[in-house]
């Protein structure tokens, strides 16, 4: 029997309206697996709770938090509350307290999925993006307000300790995947005392534990250029926090956008829950009109799945999002069709229902091993 407490969080906007639809594979999978069950807890932590608050969540929420064995995100932002509030006071402090050091993209070409690229097939690279420190940090301040002489510092806080487990994340990743090249994003000809710090160490990682591993080192200019150029040479990519984030959202944006890119908060050590996410946010554009992609958030939730070690019910679920756009009868605007958020996800857990009727399972079972 595998049991597994999961706090979710659907937050603002197409938040609500996407996790709606994980929440319903989740439940399909739940009726149909006998050795499953999961007890999930909803938490209003967003910008209503704000106003109404004066927070973005109880004093208590990280405590909260704790107890639980994944946590499952949806999406934050509100015209109502400055963006820096809703991250620094929600997202932020659940990554750092809870040492979710790595930030987890996978970026792959989906069926039925054109890219914007002329040759954009066959992509299937996975990102590591620091995720705790480095130019994410509140450490700086601001003087002379409103004054001719005004001026902010920002500081960037590389550790060898926080340089050196993203890069044997990456690295372990790579070697239990069976993949061959390392691509480190840097810009240490320019950024010369952090970034010099990053190459030092990723270098050393490398040739201290993994000497089977190449490593590519490239420079965040030239990276960008590479990705749209040649996106299939890529295995994994091991970013610092800034470069990782942009880096991820150019990745999600050759692979088919926003709505199919799911991502993983991770705590290797287990010690803390990780957080499950998809890469886009609130969408205030499209909030509340039902049409936002669910694709990202019910992959996020396989990607939770998978970290609590029940892979093989994440390729479950990944197997019914193929087949739902290789098929191509439901997509939503974002991909090219008029399906609501509803529709697609039904049609995902329709698709998981037909597995366990087909009796596929034991195949896609097998394949996990
Ligand atoms: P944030 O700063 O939190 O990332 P944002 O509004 O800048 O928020 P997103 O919310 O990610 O960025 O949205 C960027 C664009 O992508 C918007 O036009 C939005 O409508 C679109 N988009 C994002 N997610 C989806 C989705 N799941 N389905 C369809 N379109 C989406």
Redesign the pocket.
């Known amino acids: 029997m595998t049991e597994f407490t999961i706090a979710i969080i659907p937050g603002d906007g197409?938040g609500i309206e996407?996790m709606e639809e994980a929440l319903k594979v989740l439940k399909v999978l739940e009726e149909h697996e006998q050795d499953f069950v999961l007890t999930m807890e909803e938490f209003p932590w967003n910008s209503d709770y704000y106003v109404a608050n004066g927070r973005m969540m109880p004093e208590n929420g990280l405590e909260t938090l704790q107890a639980f064995d994944a946590i499952l995100f949806g999406?934050?932002?509100d015209a109502r509350v400055p963006?820096d509030v809703t991250v620094w006071e929600l997202i932020m402090p659940i990554r750092k307290r809870f040492q979710q050091y790595v930030n987890f993209r996978p970026v792959k070409s989906l069926p039925g999925i054109k890219s914007p690229l002329a040759s954009g097939d066959d992509i299937d690279f996975v990102i590591f993006r620091e995720n705790a420190e480095g130019e994410y940090s509140d450490s700086g301040g601001r003087m002379f307000d409103s004054q001719a002489s005004e001026l902010a510092i920002q500081n960037t806080v590389m550790t060898r300790g926080g340089i050196e487990r993203i890069a044997i994340a990456a690295c372990d990743y790579a070697v239990k995947n069976g993949k061959k090249k390392l691509t480190s994003a840097t810009k240490s000809n320019a950024v010369i005392h952090a970034m010099k710090l990053w190459d030092e160490h990723v270098k050393r990682v490398v040739a201290e534990g993994y000497p089977g591993l190449e490593l590519e080192s490239a420079y965040i200019d030239a990276l960008v250029a590479y990705f749209v150029q040649r996106p299939q040479t890529f295995e994994v990519v091991v970013a610092s926090n800034l470069f990782g984030d942009i880096l991820s959202d150019l990745g999600s944006g050759i692979v088919g956008?926003?709505?199919l890119s799911p991502s993983a908060n991770i705590n290797p050590e287990k010690k803390y829950p990780s957080m499950f996410e998809?890469v886009?946010?609130?969408?205030?554009?499209?909030a509340g009109k039902g049409?936002?992609?669910?694709i990202?958030q019910i992959w996020s939730a396989a990607l939770l799945l998978e970290h609590l070690g029940r892979e093989d019910l994440s390729i479950i679920i990944i197997k019914a999002i193929e087949k739902v756009l290789i098929e191509g009868e439901v997509k939503?605007?974002?991909i090219g069709g008029s399906a609501t958020t509803k529709q697609m996800g039904s049609a995902i857990a329709e698709k998981i229902k037909e597995q366990y009727v087909t009796g596929e399972m034991g195949s896609l079972m097998h394949e996990t091993n």
């Open positions: 197409i996407v999406a934050i932002g963006d956008g926003l709505g998809p886009h946010g609130s969408a205030p554009d499209i049409i936002a992609n669910p990202a939503t605007a974002d």
